[in-house]
Nanobody, 115 residues
Framework: QVQLVESGGGLVQPGGALRLSCAAS????????MNWYRQAPGKERELVATITSAGGPNSVDSVKGRFTISRDNAKNTVYLQMNSLKPEDTAVYYC?????????WGQGTQVTVSS
């Protein structure tokens, strides 16, 4: 059974940093692209960053230069390092993997950026 468990969210001031983690199990982690999404109140869920099985990262323009996605295949874990956080980064952040055209999600972790 696929399981994705996010952690690391919290309340942080503008300009601060957080590191999210997603522990994965139930599928061949090292062979799959992993993604981070987020959903702000009243908005649709949006892709934030993705990392391929080979470790090639990519992120959307709104977080480029501030967020970094990485993975540790030995630990079956994907990370999202978030620096220079802004109030508009406030959202629930979700880990995601697509297997055989089925999207699997974690429970999400809340990130709130506020003074």
């Amino acid at each position: 059974q696929v399981q994705l468990v996010e952690s690391g969210g919290g309340l942080v001031q503008p300009g601060g940093a957080l590191r999210l983690s997603c522990a994965a199990s139930g599928f061949p982690f090292s062979r799959n692209t992993m993604n981070w999404y987020r959903q702000a109140p009243g908005k649709e869920r949006e892709l934030v960053a993705t990392i391929t099985s080979a470790g090639g990262p990519n992120s959307v323009d709104s977080v480029k230069g501030r967020f970094t996605i990485s993975r540790d295949n030995a630990k079956n874990t994907v990370y999202l390092q978030m620096n220079s956080l802004k109030p508009e980064d406030t959202a629930v952040y979700y880990c995601n993997v697509r297997l055989y055209n089925v999207r699997h999600w974690g429970q999400g972790t809340q990130v709130t950026v506020s003074s």
